[in-house]
């Protein structure tokens, strides 16, 4: 059985972060949530791309925009839609959520959905917490339990066409 099961380790990455001013109140705090994740497991700063985009509806495109370029091992999405605050909260929301699972399926690159949905802003603000609690560090975590996860799969089925399996701590031949 062959299993993948990523460290949460950053080594060589490159991370680009899109981020909405909308809300921006609680986007600071995850923006804030997701350097400190990403740095926090290993990350360099200079291996960090910043966006910032009008609002959460933007954020697909200026992701798909970074894709593009394959400069990036993942992209981080970030923002926060407040239900209290907007009449068209699921437009919104839906539109985000839809066109980061799209960029990410096309490009076949962790997209991560860090866009906070909430019914107050109350509740948005308890969930852009001093780390835990902070869904820009979880973003972080997940970009890089992703990333991980993509080279292990690469790895792995480069080596199952050639026999030899790589592990951490060897090289295992299959016969
Ligand atoms: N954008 C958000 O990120 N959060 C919101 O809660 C929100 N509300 O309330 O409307 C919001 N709207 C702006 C939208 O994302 C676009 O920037 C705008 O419609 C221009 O395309």
Known sequence: MHIISAQLISVRKKVAIVVSRFN????????????????RHGMDESDITLVWVPGAFELPVAAQKLAETKKFDAIICL??????????????ANEAAKGISHV????????????????????????AGIRVGN?????AVAAIEMMNVMTEIEQQSASQKTGYVQNKASMVHHL
């Open 24 to 39: 921006d109140f609680v986007t600071v705090k995850l923006l804030e949530g997701a350097k400190d994740g990403l740095l």
């Open 79 to 92: 923002g926060a839609v407040i239900r209290g605050s907007t009449p068209h909260f699921d437009f919104v």
């Open 104 to 127: 990410g399926l096309k490009y076949g690159l962790p997209v991560i959905f860090g866009v906070i949905t909430t019914n107050t802003v109350e509740q948005a603000i308890e969930r």
């Open 135 to 139: 869904k820009g560090w979880e973003s």
